[in-house]
């Protein structure tokens, strides 16, 4: 335990607590209870609750004055203030991680871990002797012992995640509150994670995780609590059977990370059309580091690909390079149709739209959806001028597409994870886009949100778009798709197909 730390760990309970955000109620009168030594998934739509009920749990959220509100935390018997609390507390998402690239933060790893136990976003004095001990003890609980001199930035996905991880872990917390944890990451990181929870779980360890896959539980959870439009839907303690099938056993992930068999819906896709890109003998570096090398590759108007790999294979660097935002190393060539050598990278990216997790942190300007979509037509993130009256007229197009007109005067703060993402997808299409680059465009969707938006994209594909799509879940494909490119080893390989269902 860490110093000053008895023995008795920390319980919590709520009692008739609501939270007001964005004039609604995120929350209304939740009463719950949860003791130490508990492991919780918690579930529900989008838009649900579930962050902010971690948030409230955490201290970082205050519930709304009703006059009926308490929040209690106790250690053992004995009653404790929030501040004592949050120390035994540690909020693991992706949260963090997307502020430190919205920020440009760049910690070493070490230097992060050391800031999370001095409850700071950065490091603001050196850490101790006892502390870089604890630091140590939690990079190799995670398997990340040699990369604590490494920038954080520079580290791939899975490791970000992996370091946040030992992060909150080197805090020694009696909760860990596990906002979808594992999203985006490939089977090899997903069962890392499953050792290092398997040996905090040996250890007492307590959880509340949120999910929408069931597949992204962690093992040993015993229990679930569900959230329906802000309220309490159901809290149920699992064992025996119930608990089983919540926990089949500990069997390892299976998560797919390969193209499986053609799917029927892209059995005969239709013939090439006119080329729209081409890639000749590409090499591509990120921070001095290679990424893909000898890449050669084409698309064509009609065509839709899938894109699969590893995290670390460079998913989201391919995607960069179609966009604009990266260039392959000198004797590398890109051709785009209708943009000879010496057009501008902006006109190019008015005809593409590129929607990724990381497009989505960093839409924390204040600003109205409508206004949202309209800078699709910019290029921006935010409106670099003033919209004109053809820019409103395809914002609203698209927004009605896309059934956000009931949020369009809303800000990105106030939609749930699922509005926001659909949103932006809407922002990318509203200049006219002939090919959309999706990163993981369904990550963070319940089922419900997930099947829609898959349904929405369908349409779209046949008539008009050519799409672009990373994933690691196959599952989250369209139906449609006629190609499939597997990255790894910094090497690209076409695929004969996958699952689209």
């Not at 991680?97 to 070490?110: C, F, I, N, P």
């Not at 590759?297 to 179609?322: C, D, I, P, Y």
């Not at 009256?389 to 007109?405: E, I």
């Amino acid at each position: 335990m860490g110093p000053g730390r008895t023995t008795a760990r920390l319980s919590m309970s709520l009692r008739t607590v609501s939270v007001r955000r964005g004039g609604k109620w995120a929350l209304r009168d939740v009463t719950l209870r949860l003791d130490a030594g508990e492991r919780w998934v918690l579930v529900g739509d989008n838009g649900a609750g579930k962050t902010q009920l971690l948030k409230l749990l955490a201290g970082d959220v205050w519930p709304t004055p009703t006059g009926r509100e308490q929040r209690i935390y106790r250690i053992g018997r004995r009653e404790v203030d929030v501040i004592e609390a949050k120390a035994r507390i540690a909020y693991v998402g992706a949260e963090l991680q997307d502020k430190y690239t919205r920020y440009g933060w760049d910690l070493k790893v070490r230097d992060m871990i050391a800031a999370g136990l001095h409850g700071t976003d950065l490091l603001l004095w050196p850490a101790t002797a006892e502390e870089r001990g604890q630091i140590a003890a939690a990079l190799r609980s995670c398997g990340l012992g040699r990369l604590a001199a490494r920038d954080f930035s520079s580290l791939s996905y899975g490791q970000k995640r992996l370091a946040l991880l030992a992060r909150a872990l080197a805090q020694e917390p009696d909760w860990l509150l596990l906002d979808e944890f594992y999203n985006g990451l490939d089977t090899a990181y997903r069962r890392r994670i499953d050792r290092v929870l398997d040996a905090a779980r040996a250890a007492g360890q307590s959880w509340i995780a949120v999910t929408h896959r069931a597949g992204d539980v962690p093992r040993g959870t015993r229990g679930i609590i569900e959230l329906h439009q802000g309220r309490l839907l159901a809290v149920k303690a699992l064992r025996g059977a119930a608990a089983a099938r919540l926990d089949p056993g500990g069997a390892p992930r299976t998560t797919p990370t390969r193209p499986g068999p053609l799917a029927a819906a892209a059995a005969h896709p239709p013939p090439d059309g006119p080329l729209l890109l081409r890639i000749d003998r590409a090499d591509l570096y990120v921070n001095y580091r290679p990424v893909l090398l000898g890449l050669n590759w084409e698309l064509r108007k009609g065509q839709h690909w899938a894109v699969f790999g590893a995290n670390g294979s460079g998913k989201t660097s391919f995607l960069k390079l179609l966009y604009g935002d990266l260039s392959p190393a000198l004797g590398g060539r890109i051709e785009r149709k209708d943009s000879p050598a010496g057009t501008p990278i902006s006109l190019w990216k008015r005809q593409v739209g590129y929607v990724s997790p990381e497009l989505q942190a960093d839409y924390t300007v204040d600003i109205r959806i409508r206004d949202l979509v309209a800078s699709g037509r910019q290029a921006s993130i935010g409106l670099a001028e003033a919209p004109t009256a053809q820019d409103r007229k395809a914002a609203a197009r698209w927004l009605r597409y896309f059934r956000l007109m009931s949020v369009a005067g809303r800000r990105p703060r106030d939609l749930s994870y699922g509005q926001l993402r659909r949103a932006l997808i809407a922002r990318a299409l509203s200049a006219r886009a002939r090919i959309l680059l999706l990163d993981e465009p369904l990550t963070g969707l319940d089922p419900r949100q997930r099947t829609a938006m898959k349904r929405l994209l369908e349409p779209l594909m046949r008539k008009q778009l050519t799409v672009v799509i990373a994933v690691h879940h196959t599952e989250d494909l369209p139906r449609g798709m006629t190609h499939g490119l597997r990255l790894h080893k910094r090497r690209a390989y076409p695929t004969d197909g996958y699952f689209a269902t």
